[in-house]
């Protein structure tokens, strides 16, 4: 009974773990307001503004598709109860059962979690192991829409919002990838954030996995008010003079956690580098100068959050990152847009 109650709130809710999707988009040229007699959309106002809409617009369009997703989830169980002529808690036991997690996988979750959990262990082992087992339920909901999506059972007719093209500058900022990349990603970052780091294992895969068609453009956007994402940032321009820029990238994610405001000095002495022209180099109002540039053009385009990835001129939603990615970047390969 408790797991039918458990699957049944899981549809109720939506499915939270949506996948946007590239599918076809709804333009930006619909009228938002009229003012002395003159209709204006999206398109006839500044660039943070058309960035802040399609925010709002996307936020709306992953939570309309939870819930239609979710309904759509609900009428084909119904459908299969009533076509089986078995009860619907039948059919959810068997398309969504999950098995409560046993007490070694609680237990880890809980050492993996302590420092924010911050309760002991017997006040929140059953709390753990009904979250738990909510998201098992959840993933293979999930994987159950993704099925009928494949098999064409299903198809979401919901729009996705379309990003603002937005022209960033790359002079001289780092790139990797193809060399006549028919996809070229722009990515904006900050050094101390974890999503950011996260980003970063994606974007790798993604560029080994389309090594022809794919570069990869980093741009900083240190947002710490500490200061130390934008220490480590002019540090990267002074590697990126040694030709040091992605092992030094890759580096300073790796000690994420332990970054301060003399890391920059650190990673570069780590890799190699000339000591003296990276200290020269990182006094310089060159160093600073890149950081501010890529800085201010973020702002310019209304960008005030990392990771920020841009492919062809167009904004990426953040839902799932490697997966949502990968299919823009085949949309685009494919489309050639």
């Known amino acids: 009974m408790f797991r039918t109650v458990l699957m049944r709130r899981v549809l109720c809710a939506g499915l939270c773990l949506f996948s946007l999707g590239v599918g076809v988009s709804y333009a930006n040229d619909a009228p938002l307001f009229r003012l002395n007699g003159l209709d204006y959309s999206a398109e006839d106002l500044s660039m943070p503004l ?12 992953r939570q309309l598709g939870e819930l239609v997703n979710g309904a759509a989830l609900d009428t084909y169980v119904s459908e299969k109860a009533e076509k089986e002529n078995l009860p619907r808690e039948l059919i959810l036991a068997k398309e969504l059962s999950a098995d409560p997690p046993s007490e070694v996988d609680v237990k880890k979750f809980y050492e993996d979690n302590k420092d924010k959990i911050k309760l002991p262990f017997n006040q929140v082992a059953r709390q753990i192991a009904l979250e738990m087992q909510r998201q098992t339920v959840q993933h293979k909901a999930l994987a159950l829409v993704n099925e009928l999506r494949r098999t064409g059972v299903y198809q979401p007719l919901i729009k996705a919002p379309a990003a603002p093209l937005v022209t960033l500058n790359a002079d001289g900022y780092p790139r990797r990838g193809a060399t006549d990349a028919k996809v070229t990603i722009v990515e904006f970052a900050d050094y101390q954030c974890p999503h950011c780091k996260k980003a970063a294992e994606v974007l790798d895969k993604i560029l080994a996995e389309f090594p022809n068609d794919v570069a990869l453009i980093y ?12 220490a480590v940032a002019e540090g990267a321009f002074c590697a990126q003079q040694q030709g040091k820029f992605w092992e030094f990238h890759d580096l300073a994610f790796a000690q994420q956690r332990q970054l301060n405001h003399g890391s920059a000095a650190e990673l570069a002495e780590k890799l190699g580098l000339d000591q003296n022209a990276f200290e020269s180099c990182l006094t310089s109002d060159e160093a600073k100068g890149h950081v501010a540039a890529s800085h201010a053009e973020a702002e310019e385009n209304g960008i005030d959050a990392t990771p920020a990835i841009f ?16 299919e823009a970047v085949q949309k685009r390969l494919n489309t050639n847009s």
């Open 219 to 230: 741009k900083d956007l240190p947002l710490n008010s500490t200061g130390v994402s934008r």
């Open 311 to 326: 492919i062809n001129g167009r904004r990426l939603p953040l839902g799932d990152l490697e997966s949502d990615l990968r």
């Open 50 to 61: 058309q960035q802040a809409i399609f925010e709002l617009q996307s936020q709306y369009y």
